[in-house]
């Protein structure tokens, strides 16, 4: 499985950005994606999870309400729609999945994508 991430950018307070993650390989039945974010000098942690048959979701509290994730089947791809941004989501936003149940710890995951830098300016 290979990841592919991307739609990182520079928003202002407030403002929305959503991240794709292309999917090479095999995407079965419990298959999961998982975001995860990274701000300088911290470590990683999780943003939101997705079942990828079922469509089940998890968020980190501190995401929820304002951020959403969500695939295309017919494209392969998954996304992390992101509103309301604040200066703390500021960091770099990786992809990632695994086989199995929709975990919140990296080291869960075995498959990660190069990550994209989300800059939220206040």
């Known amino acids: 499985v290979q990841l592919q991430a991307s739609g990182g950018g520079l928003v202002t307070t407030g403002g929305s950005l959503r991240l794709s993650c292309a999917v090479s390989?095999?995407?079965?039945?419990?298959?999961?994606m998982g975001w995860f974010r990274q701000a300088p000098g911290k470590e990683r942690e999780f943003v939101a999870a997705?079942?990828?048959?079922?469509?089940?979701?998890s968020y980190a509290d501190s995401v929820k309400g304002r951020f959403t994730i969500s695939r295309d089947n017919t494209k392969n791809t998954g996304y992390l729609e992101m509103k309301g941004l604040k200066p703390e989501d500021t960091a770099v936003y990786y992809c990632a999945a695994r086989y199995g149940g929709m975990l919140q710890f990296t080291r869960y995951y075995s498959y990660w994508g190069q990550g994209t830098l989300v800059t939220v300016s206040s």
């Open positions: 390989g095999r995407t079965e039945t419990n298959y999961v």
């Open positions: 997705l079942a990828w048959s079922g469509g089940s979701t």
